[in-house]
Every structure is written in structure tokens, then in C-alpha cells.
């Protein structure tokens, strides 16, 4: 089975695709217009973004059995129409969950803390104590809209701040220890209860 990647990825993948007996190719430079005429020799494709796998490139690879993305959803792809031509969609949706907790919640603790305004005033001579004092997680509600493996990793940051955690999903009974699931006017009551 040959594999076209066409965004560069972890090594690794390739390494362990190639133990299991996969022949892989990397053209990472190529157009879109260029691969559509190539792609009918591959049986899968690996790709993150570089392009739209719409249905002139899902009909260019007559032989494609799978996309793989590696990434956490698949909007660069038509799903119904590669479905209905019999391929198998493949991402990556824990791929980069923690990591996105973590950035998250740095972000968070900056805005609430001001610590880049502090940190530009303090490169610049200014020692601003009173007007740069932050505010505390502590106590505060915090809510997450959209409670799948990003969300879950967010709150799990979350645990050690006692601080309420809500979560809003289009899913239902997604909540779990670390988020409190509620529907959309009870979350927007607890936003508006700590607007500062």
C-alpha cells in the first residue's frame, strides 16, 4: 500500500507506517493542480492543512482508500463526499489536547494577572504595583463552551484553582468531574455574574 504525505509530520509516523509495511512518499512542495495528477497511484493520503481535499481531489485519487489528517478535526475535507466514495476519514483529536489545556490556561492566568502590560511597563522603567494588580482564580466561574477533548484538557488544568468550571455542549451528558454541563442560559448566567 502506498502513502502520499503531503505536510511534513513527526518522523515517527512515518518510521512506524514503514515498519508496518507501508511504502510512503513525501512530496511537501507540489500544488494541489500537481497532486491531482498523481494521487490516483496512492492508496491514502497523510495531510494537516496545506490544502482542500474537496471532490475534484477525492475524484482525482481514484484509488484512495483513506485521508489521513493529522490534526484534530477534518474541515479541510469534504466528509460526505469522500464518505460516499468509500474512503475512511482518520484524524487526530487528542493529538494536541493537553498541550491546548496548557496554553489555555497560561493565557488565561496572563489576562488575569496583566502580566504582559506589567512586563512591557517594567522593560520600559514603569513600576505600575496597584494598577496591574490581577485577579484570582479563586472562587471565580469559569466557563468552557464546547466540551470535547480540548475542553476536557482545560479543565483538568483547572482542578488544583477552586474554581467552578462550566461547560456548554451541543452534546448532551458530556460533563464530568471537572465540568459541570449546563444548558446555554444557565452558562450565560454564570458569565454574567463575574464580568469584570
Known amino acids: 500500500m502506498k502513502i502520499l504525505h503531503l505536510d511534513k509530520n513527526h518522523p515517527l509516523l512515518i518510521e512506524q507506517l514503514t515498519k508496518a509495511g507501508y511504502k510512503n512518499e513525501e512530496d511537501y512542495t507540489s500544488s494541489k493542480s500537481d497532486i491531482e495528477q498523481i494521487i490516483s497511484g496512492y492508496d491514502g493520503i497523510v495531510i494537516r492543512s496545506r490544502f ?72 520600559n522603567g514603569l513600576w505600575l504595583r496597584e494598577e496591574n494588580r490581577g485577579i484570582e482564580l479563586d472562587g471565580k466561574i469559569v466557563g468552557i463552551i464546547g466540551y470535547g477533548n480540548m475542553g476536557k484538557a482545560f479543565a ?41
Open 156 to 196: 483538568q488544568k483547572l482542578r488544583g484553582f477552586d474554581c467552578e468550571v462550566l461547560c456548554y455542549d451541543i452534546k448532551n451528558e458530556v460533563g464530568d468531574e471537572n465540568a459541570k454541563q449546563v444548558d446555554l442560559d444557565e452558562f450565560q448566567k454564570g458569565y454574567l455574574n463575574y464580568v469584570y
Open 52 to 123: 482542500k481535499c474537496d471532490s475534484t481531489f477525492i475524484d482525482a485519487g481514484t484509488n484512495l482508500k483513506f485521508i489521513a489528517r493529522v490534526g484534530a478535526g477534518l474541515e479541510s475535507i469534504d466528509i460526505p463526499y469522500a464518505e460516499s466514495k468509500g474512503i475512511t476519514l482518520i484524524s487526530a483529536p487528542e493529538g494536541n489536547c493537553n498541550a491546548v489545556g496548557e496554553h489555555t490556561l497560561g493565557m488565561l492566568l496572563s489576562l488575569f494577572n496583566k502580566l504582559n502590560k506589567a512586563d512591557l511597563e517594567v522593560k
